[in-house]
């Protein structure tokens, strides 16, 4: 059975840095994209950032460039999103997702990211930057 349990939320003052982890179990990473999404209250869930599970490719989007970075560790089943210079707008309940799907189309579904594409989701984690 497909697990994601995602680890790592909390409260952090702007300009502060979180690091979220997404361990998962029931599959293997190679076969697989992993994405972040996130949702703010009152808004719809948008695509963060993505990995592509055979190759390593990774997605950001436009926001969160430059500030936050993923990566996996494959030997671990695990994939972790490290997120620096924090913003309010960042403020979100944070998910990673998985995806399966031939390892030649796996970074174009990253590079896409949506979230109808992602079958299984983890419980969330809620990130609140606020001073």
């Known amino acids: 059975q497909l697990q994601l349990v995602e680890s790592g939320g909390g409260l952090v003052q702007p300009g502060g840095s979180l690091r979220l982890s997404c361990a998962a179990s029931?599959?293997?990473?190679?076969?697989?994209?992993i994405g972040w999404f996130r949702q703010a209250p009152g808004k719809e869930r948008e695509g963060v950032s993505c990995i592509s599970g055979n190759d390593g490719r990774t997605y950001y989007t436009n926001s969160v460039k430059g500030r936050f970075t993923i990566s996996r560790d494959n030997a671990k089943n695990t994939v972790s999103l490290q997120m620096n210079s924090l913003k309010p707008e960042d403020t979100a309940v944070y998910y990673c997702?998985?995806?399966?799907?031939?390892?030649?189309?796996?970074?174009?579904?990253?590079?896409?990211?949506?979230?109808?594409?992602?079958?299984?989701w983890s419980q969330g984690t809620q990130v609140t930057v606020s001073s």
């Open positions: 997702a998985a995806v399966h799907g031939p390892p030649a189309l796996l970074f174009r579904t990253c590079m896409l990211l949506q979230e109808t594409d992602f079958g299984s």
């Open positions: 029931g599959f293997t990473l190679d076969y697989y994209a």
